[in-house]
C-alpha cells in the first residue's frame, strides 16, 4: 500500500520537475525573443578580422631564403621549398614555393619562424573554389595582397561584438569614429606611470 | 427526382461498388500489403454506407475502431515481418481454390436467397439521428452491459496473453540468484542482455 | 456558413434569395449555395498555413538572433508563397522501385481527413460548415485516418528509413489518440453534447472566468502534449527525426506530393490549435461576455450592427487563440529536444493514459458532486 502511494508520489514530483525544467527552457526561449538578431548580411556584409586573424598566408619571395624554417615548424611539413644550389656562388637559388590551403591549418608556425618575416597572415577567408588543386597557391598567388573588407566599397564593414563601443551591441550605423571598449595598448602605455630611465642607456 | 435522391442514390452505388470490388481485391490479390490497404478502403465505404443511413456515430466509431485501430495493427504486423521468401507450392493448389470457390459462391447464393425471401419491414424504423450517442449509451449500460463487460473480459485475456507471449524474458524470479523479484522491480533490473553467453 | 435561422444575420437565405431574385429555382440556388463554405473554409485553411508557415521561419529566427525571410515582399510575408510555387514548380519524382500507385496515395490520405476535419470547426455561434451531432468525435475518428496514410507512403517508398519513419507515425498516432480522446471525453462530459458549439456555448457563461481551461487544466495539458505528438511537432518529431531517419516517411518525395505532406502537417497543427481554443479557451467567446458589453452600451444583442460585430469578434478571438497557441508550440519547438521512441511511448502509456483516466473519473465525479459548476 505504502509501496503504491511512494511510487504515486515519485509520479508527481518527476511531472512537477519536468514542468518547472520545462517552464525554465520556455523563459529562455522567450528571453531571446526580444534580443536583437546578431545576422551580419554576408556578402552585402562582412564583419572585420581582427588584428591577430589568421588568414591566408601571405609570402614574399624576395625576402626568403630558403632556410626551410616554415617547413620544419610546420605541423605536417606542408610548404614546398623548390631550390637548387647554386654551385658558383655557392648560395640557394629559389625557384618556387607553395602552400596547399586544402591542407593547411592556419596555425600559423610558419609565420612565427620565418627568420626574415616574409611568411605574414592575411585577413582573407574567401577561399572557396572549384577545384581542391587551386587552393594549391604559389609564390605568385601567395604574393596577392586580398581585398581589406573596409576598402571594398560594394561591402558594408561591420565591427565584431568586442571592437565596439561601450555598450553597443548592434554594428550597423556605429560611425568609423567612435571609440571601441577599452584601451588600446598603446593607450595603456600611455596610462602607465613612466619608468625610470635606464641604466644602460646608449 | 430531386437533388438530394440523386445524390443519395449515386453516393450508394459508390460506395457498394467500392465495397462489393474492395472484399473481392482483399480476398484475391496476392500481395498481402494491397489487401490490407484495401480492407481499409472497405472499413472507409460501410462507414459511408452508416452515414447514409443517418448512423453518424456508429459511422465514425467504424472508422475510428477498425480503419484507426483494427486495420493499422493488420498493417503494422504485416509490415514488421514482410520478409520476401518465396513459399513452397501447395499441392493441387487449382483444386484448393475451386473448393472454396465453391464454398463461398454457395453461401454467397444462400445469403441471396435469405434476403429475398425474408419478409423486410419497409419502411424501416424511422433513423436516430443526433439522438443516436445517447441511445447506444444507454443501450450498453442497461440491457447490454453484460456482452459489453464480457467483451471487455476478453480484451484483457488477449493483452495478458500479449504481454505474456512478448515478455517471457522478464521472469518473476531473477535469473541470478534464483529468489523472487519485487513486481515492481521487474523492468527496472533487467538481466544482462548477455547473460547466455557468459561462461557458468 | 450559416446552418441554423440566426435571429439577425441569415448569409444562406440573403444568399439564395438573391440567387431566386436572377431568376433560379430554389433547389439550384441551394446547390450553388453549397459548395460556398467548403471553399471558404478551404481557402481559410491554406491562408492559415501560410500565415503559420511565415509565423514559424520568423519566430524560429527571433528565438535564435535570426532575422529570418526577409526579402520576399515587406517582412518576408511572400515567403511561403515563394515555397509553395517552388513546390509546385519542382519535378515530381516516383523512385523507380517505388509502388508507385501507393506513392501517390499515400500523401492524399494523410491530407484529407485533416480537411474534412475542418467541418466541425467553429469559428462563431452559426459560422460553421456543419454543427454535425457527433462534433468532436468526427475529428478524432478521422485523425486515426491520417496513420495509414503514412503507413502506405512509407511502405511504398521501398525505402527502410521511410518504412521506419512511417511505422513510428502510426505507433505515435495510436498511442496518443486514446489520451487525446479521454482529454475530449472529460470535455464532453461537462458539456452533455459532443458538438463543438455545444462545447462552446457551455463555456461562454461569463467570459473568461467560464472557460474550460480552469476547470479542466490537467485535461488540457494531456491534451496539448497529444496534439503535438499528432501533428509530429517537435519534441514529438521523430516519426520525421533528420539525424536518424532523414525525413522519415518523406524522404523519397519532391514537388507537388512532398508539398502535401507539409500542407498536411501546418493544416493539422492549426486545426488542433484552433480544436483546443475550441474545446479549453472558450472558442469565439471574448474575455468578457459579449452580450454583457452590449447591455451596458444599451444595443440590443438582435441588432444587425451589433451582430455583425459579434462575428468578426468571435472570428478574430477564435483565430487569435488558435495562433497564440500555435505561437506556444513553436517556442517549444525550440525549447525542447527531441524525445526518444520507447520515451515517447512510455509517456503516452504509462504516463498520460493513466492521469487522463484519473482526470476522467474525477470530472464525473466532480459533475455528481457539483452540477452546477461542471455541467448538470
Known amino acids: 500500500m505504502f509501496g503504491f502511494l511512494k511510487k504515486v508520489g515519485d509520479y508527481t514530483r518527476d511531472a512537477v520537475s519536468a514542468a518547472n525544467y520545462m517552464t525554465q527552457g520556455l523563459a529562455v526561449t522567450f528571453d531571446h525573443l526580444r534580443r536583437r538578431p546578431i545576422t551580419v548580411q554576408y556578402p552585402y556584409e562582412k564583419l572585420i578580422p581582427s588584428e591577430r586573424y589568421r588568414g591566408r598566408i601571405h609570402y614574399e619571395l624576395d625576402k626568403c631564403i630558403s632556410c626551410e624554417v616554415c617547413v620544419r615548424v610546420c605541423p605536417i611539413n606542408l610548404p614546398v621549398v623548390d631550390w637548387v644550389m647554386n654551385k658558383a656562388t655557392k648560395k640557394k637559388e629559389l625557384r618556387n614555393y607553395s602552400i596547399d590551403f586544402g591542407v593547411c591549418i592556419f596555425c600559423g608556425n610558419c609565420v612565427e619562424y620565418c627568420p626574415t618575416n616574409c611568411l605574414s597572415m592575411t585577413e582573407e577567408y574567401e577561399l572557396a573554389a572549384f577545384d581542391r588543386h587551386s587552393l594549391n597557391y604559389d609564390s605568385v598567388a601567395l604574393g596577392r595582397l586580398p581585398t581589406s573588407v573596409t576598402s571594398d566599397p560594394a561591402v558594408v564593414p561591420l565591427r565584431e561584438l568586442a571592437y565596439l563601443p561601450k555598450g553597443v551591441m548592434d554594428p550597423h550605423g556605429v560611425p568609423d569614429t567612435d571609440p571601441r571598449v577599452g584601451k588600446l595598448p598603446s593607450q595603456v602605455l600611455d596610462s602607465l606611470p613612466k619608468a625610470a630611465p635606464e641604466e644602460t642607456a646608449p | ?200 | 456558413m450559416v446552418t441554423n435561422t440566426a435571429p439577425g444575420l441569415d448569409l444562406e437565405s440573403s444568399f439564395e434569395q438573391a440567387l431566386q431574385g436572377f431568376g433560379l429555382s430554389p433547389g439550384a440556388a441551394h446547390l450553388l449555395w453549397l459548395p460556398l463554405p467548403m471553399v471558404l473554409v478551404l481557402v481559410a485553411a491554406v491562408v492559415g498555413v501560410l500565415v503559420n508557415v511565415w509565423l514559424e521561419r520568423k519566430i524560429s529566427a527571433a528565438v535564435q538572433q535570426r532575422i529570418g525571410p526577409e526579402y520576399a515582399g515587406a517582412l518576408g510575408v511572400l515567403q511561403p508563397i515563394a515555397d509553395g510555387l517552388k513546390l509546385v514548380f519542382k519535378e515530381d519524382i516516383i523512385p523507380a522501385k517505388a509502388d508507385g500507385l501507393l506513392f501517390t496515395l499515400g500523401p492524399v490520405l494523410v491530407l484529407i481527413p485533416v480537411i474534412l476535419s475542418w467541418l466541425v470547426v467553429p469559428f462563431g455561434q452559426h459560422l460553421l460548415i456543419s454543427n454535425v451531432g457527433i462534433g468532436i468525435f468526427l475529428w478524432i475518428s478521422l485523425s486515426s485516418i491520417q496513420p495509414i496514410g503514412l503507413l502506405m507512403s512509407g511502405y511504398a517508398s521501398n525505402n527502410k528509413y521511410s518504412l521506419l519513419g512511417g511505422l513510428r507515425a502510426a505507433a505515435q498516432s495510436i498511442s496518443y489518440e486514446i489520451p487525446l480522446a479521454l482529454a475530449v471525453l472529460a470535455v464532453v462530459m461537462m458539456s452533455n453534447s459532443l458538438s463543438t458549439v455545444d462545447i462552446v456555448n457551455q463555456q461562454s457563461g461569463s467570459g473568461i472566468l467560464s472557460w474550460n481551461i480552469w476547470r479542466q487544466p490537467v485535461g488540457f495539458v494531456i491534451f496539448w502534449i497529444c496534439a503535438l505528438a499528432e501533428c509530429e511537432r517537435l519534441p514529438f518529431d521523430l516519426p520525421e527525426a533528420e539525424e536518424e531517419l532523414v525525413a522519415g516517411y518523406q524522404t523519397e518525395y519532391s514537388g507537388m506530393k512532398f508539398a502535401l505532406f507539409y500542407l498536411g502537417s501546418y493544416i493539422n497543427l492549426v486545426l488542433s490549435a484552433l480544436l483546443v481554443s475550441v474545446l479549453y479557451l472558450g472558442g469565439w467567446g471574448f474575455p468578457i461576455p459579449v452580450e454583457w458589453l452590449a447591455g451596458w452600451l444599451g444595443q440590443p444583442i438582435d441588432a444587425p450592427l451589433v451582430q455583425l460585430i459579434t462575428g468578426s469578434v468571435g472570428i478574430v478571438m477564435t483565430v487569435l487563440k488558435a495562433y497564440l497557441l500555435v505561437f506556444l508550440a513553436i517556442l517549444l519547438r525550440w525549447t525542447t529536444p527531441r524525445v526518444r521512441i520507447d520515451q515517447l511511448l512510455d509517456l503516452g502509456w504509462k504516463f498520460l493514459l493513466p492521469i487522463a483516466l484519473v482526470n476522467l473519473l474525477i470530472t464525473a465525479a466532480l459533475k455528481l458532486a457539483f452540477p452546477g459548476a461542471f455541467g448538470g
Open chain 2, 1 to 200: 427526382m430531386t437533388i438530394a435522391s440523386t445524390t443519395q442514390l449515386i453516393c450508394f452505388v459508390v460506395l457498394s461498388v467500392t465495397l462489393v470490388l474492395g472484399a473481392l481485391g482483399v480476398v484475391l490479390l496476392p500481395n498481402i500489403v494491397y489487401s490490407a490497404f484495401l480492407l481499409g478502403g472497405v472499413f472507409l465505404s460501410v462507414a459511408g454506407l452508416y452515414l447514409m443511413l443517418n448512423a453518424s456515430f456508429v459511422a465514425a466509431a467504424q472508422v475510428l475502431v477498425y480503419v484507426g485501430a483494427v486495420n493499422v495493427l493488420i498493417l503494422f504486423a504485416i509490415m514488421l515481418v514482410n520478409k520476401k521468401e518465396n513459399l513452397a507450392a501447395i499441392p493441387g493448389l487449382g483444386l484448393r481454390r475451386l473448393l472454396s470457390g465453391a464454398v463461398c459462391g454457395g453461401l454467397f447464393l444462400l445469403l441471396i436467397r435469405v434476403a429475398f425471401t425474408t419478409p423486410w419491414p419497409l419502411p424501416g424504423p424511422a433513423a436516430v439521428g443526433e439522438e443516436a450517442t445517447i441511445r447506444i449509451g444507454e443501450h450498453l449500460f442497461s440491457d447490454y452491459l453484460l456482452p459489453f463487460e464480457l467483451a471487455s473480459v476478453l480484451l484483457l485475456m488477449s493483452m495478458i496473453g500479449a504481454i505474456v507471449l512478448a515478455r517471457r524474458d522478464v521472469l518473476s524470479t531473477d535469473v541470478i540468484t534464483g529468489e523472487l523479484v519485487d513486481q515492481g522491480l521487474i523492468e527496472k533490473e533487467r538481466t544482462p542482455l548477455l547473460l547466455e553467453k557468459s561462461p557458468r
